[in-house]
C-alpha cells in the first residue's frame, strides 16, 4: 500500500497529461466536426507540452537563469550549483513547439475556412458525401 | 464509430500509463533527461556567452540551426494562410443588403435594394457584419496597446537577461494589433499595418536572422558563429556572442509578430480584409 501510495506521488503528473493527451485523441478520432478535430488536435499538442515541461523539472529547483552574485559580471562554471537549476532543454524545445503550433492551427483554420466555402459545411460525413457525388 | 474509438483511445491510454512505471519520478533531480546536456548547458552558458537565461542561449546559440528553421516554419505558414485565403477581387457582396445609420439618433436602416446611394453627412455607410461601436472598449485598448507595445519590446529586448526573447516578444506584438482589430475594426489595423508592410516585415525576420548567419560565414567562422562578430564589433568574443543572440531574437521577434496579424486579418474577414471581427 505505501508503494503504491509513493508510486501515485511519483507518477501522477504523467497520468494526468496521458488523460489530455487520450482525451485530444478521441476528439481526433471520434468527433464529426473539423474544427472539433482541430480542437483537439491542440489539447494532444498541449498534453505534449505538458509532459516535456514535467521532465525538466527537479524538486527544489528555480527557473534557468544564472544567479550572478551582485557586483560581479560573470560567475565561473565551477560555482554553479546544477541541482539549483531546472533543464532548460525542455524548455526551449517547448517554447518553440507552442509558437510553430499556433501558426499550424492558423493554417489548418485556413483549410477549414476553404473546406467551408467549397461545401457549405464542415461535417465530415456530409463532405464525404458530396465527394462521392450526391 | 465513436464505440471503437473510445475502446482504441482506453487501450492506447492503459499502454501509456503502464510505460509511465519505468519513467523517473516528478522532480527527480538525477532523471535521464537531466543527465547528459543540460549540465554543460547551466554550467558554461555564461561563461562561454555572457548570457545569465540560458533558455535563450540554447535556443540563440547551441541550437541556433533549429530555431532558424523554426521561424522559416512559421513564415511558411504565414505564406501558406495568405496564399489560400487571400481573395483580391472586390465584385462580392450581391446577396446582402446595406445598412446605413443616422448618426444624430444613432438608428440604423435596412435597405434590400442595392441602387440606394444617400450621400447625406447625417448618415454612414455600416456593413452588414457591423460590430457596435463601444466607447469604453475602444478607449481603455486605445490607452493600453502603447503600453502592451512597450512591455513587448522588454520582453525582446531584455530576453538574455530575463524570462523572455522573440518568440514571446513577437506574439505580444502581434496581439496588440490584434486587439486594435478588434476593439476599432479591421481596416484601422490595416491602416497602421498595411498587407504589404507585413508580408515584407515576415520575410525581413527570416533574413535578419539568416543574415547574421551568413555574416559570421564572411568572418571566417562557421554559421551562425557569432563569436566572430567580435572583428567588426569593438568588443571581445564572448560579448559578441550576447549581441549576436540578441540580433537574431529581434529577427524572430518581427517574422512571428507579423505571421500572427498575418493569419489573423486572413481568418476573420475571409480573405477579404474588408470588414471582420
Not at chain 1, 52 to 69: A, C, F, N, Q, V
Not at chain 1, 97 to 124: H, Q
Not at chain 2, 204 to 219: E, T
Amino acid at each position: 500500500m505505501e508503494l503504491l501510495i509513493k508510486e501515485i506521488i511519483g507518477k501522477y503528473n504523467y497520468w494526468l497529461y496521458i488523460i489530455l493527451m487520450m482525451i485530444g485523441l478521441y476528439a481526433i478520432i471520434a468527433k464529426n466536426n473539423l474544427i472539433k478535430k482541430l480542437v483537439g488536435m491542440n489539447i494532444f499538442q498541449t498534453a505534449i507540452i505538458l509532459f516535456y515541461i514535467s521532465i525538466g523539472y527537479k524538486k527544489g529547483g528555480t527557473l534557468p537563469i544564472i544567479e550572478i552574485p551582485h557586483g560581479h559580471h560573470t560567475i565561473s562554471p565551477e560555482s554553479i550549483d546544477i541541482s539549483k537549476y531546472i533543464n532548460p532543454l525542455p524548455h526551449v524545445l517547448m517554447l518553440t513547439a507552442i509558437v510553430v503550433s499556433v501558426a499550424t492551427f492558423g493554417v489548418a483554420l485556413a483549410i477549414a475556412l476553404k473546406i467551408y466555402k467549397e461545401y457549405n459545411t464542415l461535417e465530415e460525413d456530409e463532405i464525404r458525401m458530396r465527394l462521392r457525388g450526391k | 464509430m465513436k464505440k471503437v474509438a473510445l475502446i482504441v483511445v482506453i487501450l492506447c491510454g492503459a499502454i501509456l500509463i503502464h510505460a509511465t512505471s519505468e519513467f523517473p519520478k516528478w522532480g527527480e533531480i538525477n532523471s535521464p533527461a537531466s543527465l547528459h546536456v543540460s549540465p554543460y548547458y547551466i554550467k558554461y552558458s555564461v561563461e562561454q556567452t555572457d548570457v545569465p537565461n540560458i533558455v535563450t542561449s540554447v535556443l540563440a546559440d547551441y541550437r541556433g540551426f533549429d530555431t532558424m528553421f523554426e521561424t522559416t516554419v512559421i513564415f511558411c505558414a504565414g505564406l501558406a494562410c495568405f496564399l489560400l485565403l487571400r481573395i483580391f477581387n472586390d465584385k462580392e457582396e450581391e446577396t446582402e443588403s446595406i445598412f446605413y445609420r443616422h448618426i444624430p439618433s444613432g438608428i440604423i436602416i435596412e435597405f434590400k435594394n442595392h441602387e440606394v446611394d444617400i450621400r447625406d453627412e447625417d448618415f454612414e455607410l455600416i456593413d452588414s457584419k457591423f460590430v457596435p461601436y463601444d466607447l469604453i472598449i475602444k478607449t481603455v485598448c486605445r490607452i493600453l496597446i502603447p503600453f502592451i507595445q512597450i512591455f513587448a519590446l522588454y520582453v525582446v529586448a531584455h530576453g538574455d537577461f530575463s524570462p523572455g526573447g522573440g518568440f514571446q516578444g513577437g506574439v505580444i506584438l502581434g496581439a496588440s494589433i490584434i486587439l486594435l482589430a478588434i476593439s476599432f475594426n479591421l481596416k484601422t489595423a490595416i491602416e497602421k499595418i498595411s498587407e504589404k508592410t507585413l508580408g515584407v516585415l515576415s520575410a525581413i525576420g527570416v533574413f535578419i536572422y539568416a543574415g547574421i548567419g551568413c555574416l559570421c560565414l564572411i568572418l571566417k567562422g562557421h554559421f551562425l558563429d557569432y563569436g566572430k562578430l567580435a572583428k567588426i564589433l569593438p568588443i571581445d568574443p564572448v560579448k559578441a556572442r550576447a549581441i549576436g543572440m540578441l540580433g537574431v531574437e529581434i529577427g524572430v521577434a518581427i517574422t512571428v509578430m507579423a505571421v500572427m496579424i498575418i493569419i489573423y486579418i486572413n481568418i476573420a474577414s475571409q480573405g477579404k480584409h474588408q470588414e471582420g471581427l
